[in-house]
């Protein structure tokens, strides 16, 4: 979670109500952390697919099955409640290519 752009305040969001990403993009103030962002909506949905990869994240169901929007699981809440300050912690740069590692063989 520290390895990506998204502030405390999606996730908090998230944790509130379902988000979509057309939601997300158009809210980069809102829902950056630092300077870093996707450069395109593609990059933004790529990142918020890996947050269901690890189980941080979970598409919202409705009546009719699947929807674009996201939801926080239960997992990301106890990560977040957890250490309050996670996503104020610097992240080394073994910590980042560990990341991309991951995300690259997955």
Not at 11 to 28: C, I, K, P, V
Not at 35 to 52: G, H, V
Not at 71 to 92: C, E
Request: include cysteine; hydrophobic fraction near 35%; proline fraction near 5%.
């Amino acid at each position: 979670m520290r390895c990506l752009p998204f502030s405390d305040s999606l996730y908090r969001d998230l944790q509130q109500q379902g988000l979509d990403a057309a939601n997300l993009w158009h809210n980069q103030d809102r829902y950056r952390r630092n300077q870093r962002w996707p450069r395109n909506p593609e990059a933004l949905e790529n990142d918020l697919r890996w947050l269901i990869t690890v189980g941080v994240l979970r598409r919202e169901v409705d009546g009719q099955g699947l929807t674009s929007r996201f939801r926080l699981t239960p997992l990301g809440r106890a990560l977040l409640d957890g250490d309050p300050d996670l996503l104020n912690k610097s992240v080394g740069f073994h910590q980042t290519v560990l990341h991309q590692l991951r995300r690259l063989i997955s």
